[in-house]
């Protein structure tokens, strides 16, 4: 797998401006990777707004994060990235955004895991709620490990919300999914009543998950 690296960097700056204006991600938050080849992925830097970033803003690392092309400092996430990048092969892209509704969960300590939506059933899989640890650690990075084949998005407690896809466009659509979930289940908890799927139709989605993985779904 080889990606062209200024399509990748179009691609990566298109999606942090749609971020952006959508309140994923203020000020100077978040951070978006993608695959270049087996060896190098492409990497947004720290303490640059995702809406205003330019092609040269964005860097060059290997797998164990050395800095291979660019001038600006890696997003301080970067471990998280290269750990959820050697763990899935299947993942060529990676967002990490503070979207407000996945955030007020992650913040509030409620994972995302219920049997409610088909399409997040679908689509992410189970949500899970992943422990709190410091940004930017290996702590962190290693206490994503137990889920991460379980599941294209994930909650970090007290911090923000992790998505991954085949391609930049599908780790952002995953994000969108996430947060849209997360406000739906907050309406319904406002109306004082989540309607889960029982075992038998949790079951059905989690095979059609599997289908559709496969794009037999």
């Known amino acids: 797998m ?4 200024n399509t990748l960097k179009k691609q990566i700056i298109e999606i942090g401006k749609l971020a952006y204006s959508k ?18 992925i492409l990497v947004t830097p720290t303490c640059v707004s995702k809406g205003r970033m330019k092609a040269g803003d964005l860097v060059i690392l290997d797998m164990n994060g050395k800095l291979i092309g660019g001038t600006k400092k890696p997003t301080s996430e970067l471990l998280m990235h290269l750990q959820i990048y050697k763990e ?21 300590g409620i994972p995302l895991n219920q049997n409610v939506l088909v ?29 991460l084949k379980e599941s294209d998005a994930f909650l970090l407690a007290n911090h923000g919300a ?21 406000h739906i289940i907050f309406i319904a908890r406002q109306l004082g009543h989540l309607n889960m799927l029982d075992k038998d139709r ?11 993985k496969k794009g037999k779904g």
Do not use: W
């Open 119 to 147: 399409e997040a059933e679908v689509l992410l899989g189970k949500i899970p709620l992943i422990e709190y640890a410091l940004p930017g650690t290996e702590e962190l990075s290693r206490k994503l490990i137990p889920y």
């Open 88 to 108: 899935r092969s299947d993942v060529n892209s990676i967002c990490h955004l503070h979207p407000p509704y996945a955030t007020g969960f992650a913040a509030s």
């Open 162 to 182: 992790i998505t991954v896809g085949k391609n930049v466009y599908g780790a952002f659509y995953n994000m969108e999914t996430l947060e849209h979930t997360a």
């Open 202 to 212: 949790a079951k059905e989605l989690a095979d059609l998950r599997e289908k559709f």
């Open 2 to 5: 080889k990606q062209n690296i």
């Open 23 to 40: 309140g994923y991600a203020a000020a100077n938050d978040g951070n978006i990777s993608a695959r270049l080849n087996k060896r190098n």
